[in-house]
């Protein structure tokens, strides 16, 4: 397996171990899981969801659909992802976020697959299910993978914050799979994107604990745990046990940290703890995905 193939399946397992490692402990706070596990870094199942050990939740399910849309539309096209994503909801899903119910209730019911620009849209959700978007337009330009970006977002969430940070986390993927180092990432991509946007400022004394669904709050516990430990472990270990929305930093932390680390960094206790059908599923697709950005790169070469 190539560098970059094995930093694209890493990275999608990341995001499933990220987001099973973490549904154990949301909604609590940093110190109700101090109270309860010490340390928690099993993949214990339980939470609030009842789940079992190493099952995930809408995370890393909605961006499963999402890739799986991409795979068999041949690109990035709102109408097949709307769809793909209403097929995913009538199978209820163990979870799903506000914004994600009412951006597909509209879509059913008007057909347009895209919502209004809205300032309750700047929840996490279009943040976390980035990935196969960020795999299927590896090669093409900051510009033309910024536009996917949002025609993903779109689809449910429309708001410039929302927006920025996707975009951001997309282009940080990219780069970590293309082999850019930890100083690389914050230098080029996570200080940029807090000089655009303050609300994003990570870099503070303060240790964001709790971060609920808002983006702002979600980006800020993943950039201090990512940013502030050297091991895939080490960064989910940090972000989780800061609770809140837990699953979704875990997830955002995960696909990241896997792409910067590598499948080798993957500890084995969580990867074989991990459902099955969900490790097969994300690490074909992952493969496949990159195989589709550098056909359109070649294409594009
Ligand atoms: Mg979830
Ligand atoms: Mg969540």
Redesign the pocket.
């Given at each position: 397996m190539s560098d970059l193939a094995d930093r694209a399946v890493a990275a999608y397992l990341g995001l499933a171990i990220g987001?099973a490692l973490g549904?154990t402990v949301?909604f609590m706070s940093a110190r109700e899981i101090e109270h309860e596990y010490g340390v928690h870094e099993r993949m214990v199942g339980g939470g609030w969801l009842k789940l079992k050990p190493g099952q995930v939740?809408?995370?890393t399910t909605m961006a499963l659909a999402l890739g799986q849309a991409i795979l068999s539309s041949g690109g990035i096209h709102a109408q097949a992802i709307a769809e793909a994503f209403d097929g995913w909801m009538r199978a209820k899903p163990v979870?799903i976020g506000n914004t994600v119910r009412r951006g597909l209730l509209a879509f059913r019911a008007t057909g347009v697959p895209a919502v209004p620009l809205s300032e309750h849209d700047a929840g996490n959700g279009a943040a976390m299910r980035v990935l196969p978007v960020a795999l299927a337009t590896l090669g093409q330009g900051e510009a033309a993978v910024r536009e996917a970006c949002r025609i993903q977002a779109h689809v449910t969430h429309h708001h410039p914050l929302s927006d920025a940070a996707t975009e951001c986390l997309a282009l940080m993927v990219q780069a970590a799979v293309q082999g850019a180092d930890l100083a690389q990432l914050l230098h080029r991509y996570a200080y940029p994107l807090a000089g655009g946007y303050p609300a994003f400022v990570f870099r503070t004394r303060q240790r964001r604990d709790s971060p609920g669904g808002y983006i702002v709050e979600t980006v800020q516990a993943v950039f201090q745990a990512l940013f502030d430990t050297d091991s895939f472990r080490t960064c989910l270990v940090d972000v989780v046990n800061r609770g809140g929305d837990a699953?979704?930093t875990g997830a955002i932390a995960g696909m990241l940290a896997g792409a910067l680390y590598g499948t080798a960094a993957l500890p084995d206790a969580w990867l074989k703890a991990l459902d099955p059908a969900i490790r097969t599923a994300c690490s074909e697709q992952a493969m496949q995905l990159i195989e589709m950005g550098c056909v359109e790169q070649r294409a594009v070469g």
């Amino acid at each position: 397996m190539s560098d970059l193939a094995d930093r694209a399946v890493a990275a999608y397992l990341g995001l499933a171990i990220g987001d099973a490692l973490g549904a154990t402990v949301e909604f609590m706070s940093a110190r109700e899981i101090e109270h309860e596990y010490g340390v928690h870094e099993r993949m214990v199942g339980g939470g609030w969801l009842k789940l079992k050990p190493g099952q995930v939740t809408d995370d890393t399910t909605m961006a499963l659909a999402l890739g799986q849309a991409i795979l068999s539309s041949g690109g990035i096209h709102a109408q097949a992802i709307a769809e793909a994503f209403d097929g995913w909801m009538r199978a209820k899903p163990v979870d799903i976020g506000n914004t994600v119910r009412r951006g597909l209730l509209a879509f059913r019911a008007t057909g347009v697959p895209a919502v209004p620009l809205s300032e309750h849209d700047a929840g996490n959700g279009a943040a976390m299910r980035v990935l196969p978007v960020a795999l299927a337009t590896l090669g093409q330009g900051e510009a033309a993978v910024r536009e996917a970006c949002r025609i993903q977002a779109h689809v449910t969430h429309h708001h410039p914050l929302s927006d920025a940070a996707t975009e951001c986390l997309a282009l940080m993927v990219q780069a970590a799979v293309q082999g850019a180092d930890l100083a690389q990432l914050l230098h080029r991509y996570a200080y940029p994107l807090a000089g655009g946007y303050p609300a994003f400022v990570f870099r503070t004394r303060q240790r964001r604990d709790s971060p609920g669904g808002y983006i702002v709050e979600t980006v800020q516990a993943v950039f201090q745990a990512l940013f502030d430990t050297d091991s895939f472990r080490t960064c989910l270990v940090d972000v989780v046990n800061r609770g809140g929305d837990a699953d979704t930093t875990g997830a955002i932390a995960g696909m990241l940290a896997g792409a910067l680390y590598g499948t080798a960094a993957l500890p084995d206790a969580w990867l074989k703890a991990l459902d099955p059908a969900i490790r097969t599923a994300c690490s074909e697709q992952a493969m496949q995905l990159i195989e589709m950005g550098c056909v359109e790169q070649r294409a594009v070469g």
